[in-house]
Nanobody
């Protein structure tokens, strides 16, 4: 499984960005996809996840602002980020769980097996 995240950039507070995650694996259509982020000096934290059937879970810090989606036919996942805040500044990663597993109650990085390289999101105040 190979994942590639892209779409980051430098924006101002209140702006929006859409991150994309391209998955080249054959198991994508039956896998849960997650987005995580890691700010400098901090641990990697959960942002959002979506199952192959479209079930979604969000971190409290992004609820109402971020939307995760996927298009299985294109093996693509997306993270629409609106009303960005400076505290959203981080490197964002997409990841895939083992086939057939849903979204854990409290998702953490160890729940996901395959990772793409991150994309930097910087939000200025």
């Amino acid at each position: 499984v190979q994942l590639q995240a892209y779409g980051g950039g430098l924006v101002q507070a209140g702006d929006f960005l859409r991150l994309s995650c391209e998955d080249s694996g054959r198991t994508y259509s039956t896998a849960t996809i997650g987005w995580f982020r890691q700010a400098p000096g901090k641990e990697r934290e959960f942002v959002a996840a979506i199952t192959w059937r479209g079930g979604r879970t969000y971190a409290d810090s992004v609820k109402g602002r971020f939307t995760i989606s996927r298009v299985n036919a294109y093996m693509m996942s997306y993270l629409q980020m609106n009303s960005l805040k400076p505290e959203d500044t981080a490197v964002y990663y997409c990841a895939q769980r083992a086939v057939g597993l849903g979204i854990p109650t409290n998702p953490n990085p160890t729940d996901f097996d395959s990772w793409g390289q991150g994309t930097q999101v910087t939000v200025s105040s």
